[in-house]
């Protein structure tokens, strides 16, 4: 099946600072990924659309400013939170949909986010 | 209002037992739906995808079924094993849209 990595696996940053994820389809081109977070034992929740080549497509609720998306190429989107807090210490995962079929998506293994 | 639910929230189950997962939906118009399952710590995993003409479908020991008329799907795990610890999230798509209608998941505990 088609693989969704991310990059990094965790991170631990300082209050302020800004944490960049990277989100890559291994063996397809993807022209949409999806950006979700997902609180302990809460079910994953859709922050932003991301198609490459255009601006992301934003959730209500979702601070664009804070949260900047960049799908530079088919194969890869960051997700960058900027001047992070301690309510944004969560676990994000991206997922890359195959066009055509059953617009199946495909979930990357997920960043753990931890601010101190 | 479009919304899965899913029951029980969390199921415990000595290894080697077959245990069945709920799902029903109220999304129209159905796309699809699908069984994702979610080690701690990770992305989801598709167990399996089915549309609206297939009754079931079977990955190894999982076997999801679907009721259209009734919108009600069910996951049934044969002879589990530890490696099943995890969740099991059902989540459905609208017909014409690429976003996708999560359940809250069910908690699954096999102990030996």
């Known amino acids: 099946g088609a693989v969704v990595s991310q990059h990094p696996s965790w991170v631990i940053c300082k209050s302020g600072t800004s944490v960049k994820i990277e989100c890559r389809s291994l063996d397809f081109q993807a022209t949409t990924m999806f950006w979700y977070r997902q609180f302990p034992k809460q079910s994953l929740m859709l922050m932003a659309t991301?198609?490459?080549?255009?601006?992301?497509?934003?959730e209500q609720g979702v601070e664009k400013d804070k949260f900047l998306i960049n799908h530079a190429s088919l194969t890869l989107s960051t997700l960058t939170v900027t001047s992070a807090h301690p309510e944004d210490s969560s676990f994000y995962i991206c997922s890359a949909r195959v066009r055509g079929g059953v617009n199946e998506q495909f979930f990357g293994p997920g960043t753990r986010l931890t601010e101190l | 209002k479009n919304q899965v639910e899913q029951s029980p929230q969390s199921l415990i189950i000595l290894e080697g037992k077959n245990c069945t997962l709920q799902c029903n939906y109220t999304v129209s118009p159905f796309s699809n739906l699908r069984w994702y399952k979610q080690d701690t710590g990770r992305g989801p995993v598709s167990l399996t995808i089915m549309t609206f003409s297939e009754n079931t479908k079977s990955n190894g020991r999982y076997t999801a079924t679907l009721d259209a008329d009734t919108k009600q799907s069910s996951l049934h795990i044969t002879a589990s094993q530890l490696s099943d610890s995890a969740s099991y999230i059902c989540?459905?798509?609208?017909?014409?849209?690429?976003?996708?209608?999560f359940g809250s998941g069910t908690r699954l505990l096999v102990r030996p």
């Open positions: 991301s198609n490459e080549g255009s601006k992301a497509t934003y």
């Open positions: 989540v459905v798509t609208r017909d014409s849209s690429y976003k996708l209608i």
